[in-house]
């Protein structure tokens, strides 16, 4: 029923306005999985299902390929998924219209055993190798059936993604290349009343995160779409339906919500930048990716804001299809949604910052994406166009049963008559019956003809016989006969022609008559010559005729050329009275005229000439006699030929009648009807009736659909009944030409007939005959003058009493809700801006006049959104109105069933199941969901101690080739090391427990034994990793100032350093001592400091400050062993005698740049001039330093920097004077 909810846009100016070209996006379709299989295909259906084009011109397109402004592609493992939940392939009528085709599927075998066959077959394949998830022995294990989707594996479905690749990469080129190709398609789109917009491109890609083929390939799909657009149509947005688990759960639960909270970890760090998710999908290939794989995600929930839920998903396929096609429905409509995109950029644009207890973590940042929005759309509908389709499919089924003469409730009343069949035996058969009088005279009274002793009917197919192209037969034979007698006579001595003529008439016999030892052609071969040529061009004319009467409009069609076939086959072959019995008996007279001639006339003519020779002597007298007798012989040996002929030429008429009747067909059985069954062409015919007949109960089935479909209400359709005036139908003889107008560039019924026996072919001619019946009801609708009355809509709606109205109004708005089960009443505030709510309808001020008020009234204000958002525009479409409400920029930690999909993710993250993820390092990607009170206490003491471990050393990082990498060890005992994760992972998850207290029982041992110096120095490296490693990230403002958001990493370090400060001064340091100490520190750290190598990628690229200009990674640093002997670090802050300062100061190497410390110790990289040379980039605190220890001296000192016309004198340069100042002086030991 679905595809009905807003399937049409029909009957002319009643139901939308035709004064506009429709201006459309060229938008390539993108189904991944079966999710998006399924709501594609409704997209398409609702395409072919649309009449489209301007008043009077109302038609709908007999295939997609017809509609080049959108273009589709079917990604999926799963063979199977071919149709709509729902939807019978069988009895869909659109099936083979709405199927993908090849040319839009990438949909094949999978040889996953390349990948497995032993443990070194990935080694092929570095480019996946680094990612996969999966070794060959596990792939072995899990024993995978391809042939039925990726069996919920989301790393099957990225492998499969990578292997198809190059196709996949070459489907989206060639279809963007055809939606680009707008110039040729600008004729056949205005006759369908729209046009291309040349300047924006749209990819929609649609999937699920809860199997396997959507929820594995959906990122990857999403950035090679970003990449192929830039190349191939320069600016496209490519936009991300993806629906979540909840309506997916039925089968395998765990596994379901498992998928999708990995599936949203992805997407959550691929939103926020994730670099290292894919760099390549092949060998070859250097794809430039964008930072992004979406312009914008849209999530799709099986329940909405307003707590509008459906227990079946294809509820919100129907949904979402609606939406997708309501963009090209209507072009006000469609402007109105692309411009909420344009104006809900702003909230998407900025991150979600998670609220933290204050009094802990102060001026932290837990930061989430807020690039996420949701939908919903309802449709307030009179279902005039349901009730038009009903209508249609009544008239198709009227139509097809005037063209071909089918199925009416009279069986008798088009039934041929004798009188036609014998009409038609006469003129195409050569069977018109004639008297036959042309019997020879027998001199002889005493011959009877037993047979032949009167007039008899003879049939014009003998005499066609005895002609062929040379001329008649028998004409022949009797100027051969001439010409021998003529011969005889002049040639030969009277005594001579008795026995002359004997020779000449068994040469003539010879002729004429096949002698089976003889090889030469004879007349009899012409004669069965000529039998098959006719039987040839009798076929042909008779099939033409046949198939002429199915056509005919005044008595033809099928039934009255089935039933004239079984007439002329019973006059054929009729015992006894047919016309092969009767043309038998003529051959029979035939023989025995010739055989009377032959044997009595002929020979008492011979005998009479042999007389002639005894009257030789009377000269005259015998001469004249034996040319009266010659004369008479010739005539009766020609009768002699001629009926021998005759016979011959009836007995072939025989054979040929009877090849024919076998041609027209015979019966071989009945039905399970007990109808009899026929081969041949009444085989053909019956065959033919079958397909028709089938169509007929096709369209009786779409029918009944179609009448269940009106009394169903769907969960975004909200039904308005109003009692539509029917149009009577139309006469046989109109019914029968429109049929005649919707068949003309097919051939007529001989062309239909071949395609009734294939379904496909069939479902192309019901398409035409239903597709003139849409047409003809428009127009009928046209005619009685529909452009009058008032709107359906309207009328219904002011019928209602005001309560059924609202009513109405607020299941409208409610279902319109976006499609998201969100807790907007938490942590995350929904402000009103963030939605935009537009109403389509036609007419729309004349609508707001009347019901703006009540709707307005109805608006689900507790979900966030206002009546300052609410716009109706103008759509054109009369008798429905559409509900379309968007909810921009929301963080994913707002969905309501986040928490009870990781409780199954974390079920599902067992080592004996298969990944959930789709990368061999799942600790790039982050939670979705904000920790809350507890859980965040809990991981910033595991990451406190994660941090402090590292930098007393009792953690380290691993060097070799790890995966994940970053990995930190931990000495269980000595000479026994553990990989405890990465830091992401501890950040994640906390400190893993079977480690936890060890590692905390050895910092405090660690800690109880640092002095206070030491202490200080560990405070220092919080500092460091505060302002350093953790840098936080630089945000420019609306004003263009920029302010420091302070992550996860560096508040940790500074909540660290807070301890560690309070710790040392508890250990007896004053804070002045303190800070001096801390400061001096961090100056020269790599003295007192190991780097520890790489550590720079542990941290998120998102929540840390790019390096500094002279691009040194932020690495993290431990205190050196040594270091925690007594004095060991006192000895290094101890300062060095002025009286042993060199007169140029020599310069240890430059300590790493404290990141984010004030002014001017990180923001300026200074020069220094001593003695006319140029020494540095030094940091103002190295500055201070160098002068305290007396290695500088400001008075004969120059300074520049970054940002100064000249070299300034140290001693006045403003900006470092207040360190110089505020700087203790040198310790002075007490003399010796």
């Given amino acids: 029923m679905a595809e009905n909810l807003n399937q049409t846009i029909t009957g002319g100016a009643s139901e939308r306005k035709q004064d506009k070209i429709i201006e459309l996006r060229p938008t390539l379709f993108i189904g991944i999985g079966g999710t998006g299989m399924q709501v594609l295909m409704r997209v398409r259906r609702r395409i072919l299902n649309t009449l489209w084009g301007g008043a009077g011109k109302r038609t709908r397109i007999e295939g997609l390929a017809d509609f080049p402004i959108a273009q589709f592609i079917h990604f999926d493992l799963d063979n199977g998924a071919v149709i709509e939940s729902g939807e019978s392939q069988a009895k869909d009528l659109q099936f083979d219209q709405v199927k993908f085709t090849d040319d839009d599927k990438v949909v094949e075998s999978f040889d996953m055993d390349k990948y497995s066959r032993d443990e070194d077959s990935l080694e092929k394949y570095p480019h996946i190798k680094e990612w996969l998830p999966l070794t060959p022995q596990r792939i072995r294990e899990l024993r995978f059936d391809m042939s039925s989707g ?16 190059a196709k996949i990469r070459d489907k989206i080129r060639l279809k963007l290349k055809a939606l680009k190709a707008g110039l040729s398609h600008e004729r056949q789109l205005a006759e369908l009343g729209l046009r291309m917009e040349t300047n924006r491109f749209r990819i929609v890609i649609v999937g699920s995160v809860a199997g396997g083929t959507g929820s594995g390939s959906f990122l990857d799909m999403g950035l090679l779409a970003r990449w192929l657009a830039r190349s191939e149509v320069g600016a496209a947005d490519v936009e991300l339906m993806l629906f979540l688990p909840t309506g997916y759960t039925k089968a395998n639960k765990d596994r379901v919500e498992a998928n999708g909270y990995a599936a949203l970890m992805e997407l959550e760090s691929a939103m926020m930048g994730n670099k290292g998710y894919v760099g390549r999908w092949d060998a070859y290939d250097r794809p430039e990716l964008t930072r992004e794989p979406y312009s914008e995600v849209y999530l799709i929930d099986s329940g909405n804001l307003a707590q509008q ?14 939406s997708l096609f309501e963009d090209f429905a209507s072009a006000d409509f469609a402007r109105a949604k692309r411009s909420i995109a344009v104006n809900q950029a702003q909230h998407k644009n900025s991150l979600y910052n998670a609220p933290v207890p204050q009094d802990r973590f102060g001026d932290m940042r837990l930061y989430f994406s807020k690039r996420f929005s949701s939908f919903g759309m309802a449709v307030l509908d009179t279902r005039q166009e349901a009730a038009r389709d009903e209508r249609a499919h009544r008239w198709a089924g009227a139509m097809l049963q005037a063209f071909f003469g089918v199925g009416g409730t009279d069986a008798g009343a088009n039934r041929a008559t004798d009188t036609q069949r014998d009409n038609f035996l006469a003129a195409n058969m050569f069977l018109k019956g004639t008297p036959f009088s042309d019997f020879p005279e027998f001199s002889d009274k005493s011959i009877e003809l037993k047979r032949s002793s009167g007039d008899f009917i003879d049939f014009r197919i003998v005499d066609e016989l005895l002609e062929d192209r040379h001329g008649h037969l028998l004409a022949g034979v009797e100027n051969r006969v001439n010409t021998r007698i003529n011969d005889i006579r002049t040639g030969f001595d009277r005594s001579e022609w008795p026995a002359q003529v004997r020779d000449a008439m068994k040469h003539l016999e010879r002729d004429a008559v096949r002698d089976q030892d003889s090889t030469a052609d004879t007349t009899e071969d012409r004669i069965s010559k000529r039998r098959r040529e006719v039987l040839d061009d009798v076929k042909k004319v008779v099939r033409d005729q046949l198939y002429g009467y199915l056509d005919n409009k005044e008595f033809g069609g099928l039934e009255y050329v089935l039933s004239l076939v079984e007439q002329i086959k019973d006059r054929i072959e009729a015992p006894g009275s047919g016309l092969t019995a009767q043309i038998g008996n003529n051959a029979e007279r035939y023989r025995e005229i010739k055989e009377a001639v032959r044997s009595r006339e002929y020979e008492r003519l011979l005998n009479n000439l042999e007389q002639t020779r005894s009257t030789f002597g009377f000269l005259s007298n015998g001469e004249k006699q034996a040319g009266v007798v010659m004369d008479h012989l010739r005539t009766e040996m020609a009768n002699a030929l001629k009926f021998h002929l005759r016979a011959k030429a009836a007995d072939e008429s025989v054979v040929l009648l009877g090849e024919l009747s076998r041609w027209l067909g015979n019966r071989v059985g009945v039905d399970a009807q007990g109808r009899a069954q026929w081969n041949g062409l009444v085989g053909e015919l019956q065959t033919g009736r079958e397909g028709v007949l089938a169509m007929l109960a096709e369209l009786k089935t779409a029918n009944t659909i179609l009448q269940k479909d009106l009394d169903k209400e769907h969960a975004t359709l909200i039904v308005i009944p109003v009692t539509e005036k029917d149009i009577a139908l139309p006469s046989a003889a109109t019914l029968r030409q429109w049929a005649d107008e919707a068949f003309k560039d097919m051939g007529g019924s ?23 019946a849409e047409n003809m009801i428009a127009t009928a609708g046209l005619v009685e003058g529909a452009t009058s009355t008032p709107d359906p809509l309207f009328e219904a709606l002011e019928q209602m009493d005001v309560s059924e109205r609202l009513d109405r109004f607020r299941k409208l708005l409610a279902c319109s809700m976006p499609w998201i089960d969100a807790n907007m009443a938490g942590d995350f505030t929904v402000v009103s801006d963030q939605f935009k709510c537009v109403i389509g309808v036609a007419n729309a001020a004349a609508f707001k006049a009347k019901f703006g008020a009540e709707l307005e009234s109805c608006v689900p204000t507790q979900v966030g959104i206002t009546v300052s958002q609410l716009e109706i525009v103008e759509t054109g479409i009369r008798g429905r109105a559409v509900c379309y409400c968007e909810l921009a920029g929301v963080p994913m930690t707002v969905l309501r069933g986040l928490e009870g999909w990781r409780t199954s993710y974390r079920k599902e993250g067992d080592n004996d199941k298969a990944p959930t993820h789709t990368h061999i390092d799942p600790t790039q990607f982050t939670h979705p969901i904000a920790p809350n009170t507890d859980e965040m206490k809990r991981l910033a003491e595991d990451f406190g101690e994660f941090l402090q471990a590292i930098m007393l050393g009792i953690l380290t990082r691993h060097t070799g080739r790890v995966v994940p990498p970053g990995q930190y060890q931990f000495a269980v005992e000595p000479g026994d090391l553990r990989r405890i994760g990465n830091e992401r992972a501890i950040r994640q998850n906390g400190m893993p427990a079977s480690y936890e207290k060890n590692i905390a029982l050895r910092i405090e041992e660690k800690l109880a034994a640092l002095d206070a110096v030491q202490t200080a120095a560990l405070a220092a490296l919080a500092k460091y990793y505060e302002r350093g490693v953790y840098a936080p990230k630089l945000v420019a403002q609306a004003d263009g100032s920029q302010l420091p958001y302070i992550g996860f990493g560096s508040a940790i370090s500074a909540e660290v350093g807070t301890r560690l400060r309070d710790s040392a001064r508890r250990k007896g340091m004053a804070s002045d001592e303190l800070d001096h100490t801390v400061q001096t520190l961090l100056g020269r750290l790599k003295e007192w400091a190991n780097v520890i190598g790489d550590s720079d990628s542990d941290a998120y690229d998102w929540e840390v400050r790019e390096p500094e200009a ?79 220890a007396g290695q500088v001296v400001p008075a004969t000192t120059k300074v520049w920097r970054a940002g100064l016309p000249a070299w300034a004198d140290l001693a006045q340069f403003a900006e470092l004077a207040p360190l110089f100042l505020s700087a203790p002086p040198p310790l002075m030991p007490p003399p010796l």
């Fill in 309 to 322: 839920h459906t227990k079946d998903v294809s509820d919100v396929y129907h949904m979402v299809a609606d």
């Fill in 150 to 165: 990726a069996g919920q594996i989301r790393a099957v479905s990225r492998l499969y993604f990578f292997d198809k690749y």
């Fill in 1110 to 1188: 002279d691009g040194q990674p932020r690495l993290k640093y431990a205190i050196k062993g040594e270091m925690l002997e007594a004095g060991r670090l006192e000895q290094l802050l101890r300062p060095v005698s002025a009286a042993a300062a060199p007169v140029a100061p020599v310069f240890a190497m430059a300590p790493p740049p404290l990141g984010g410390m004030p002014p001017p110790l990180v923001e300026y990289q200074y020069f220094l001039g001593i003695n006319g040379q140029q020494q540095g980039p030094f940091t103002g605190q190295q500055i201070v330093q160098y002068v305290q």
């Fill in 750 to 772: 001989k062309a239909l007939f071949p395609m009734l026996a294939e379904p496909a072919q069939r479902g192309l001619i019901l398409a035409k005959v239903t597709r003139m």
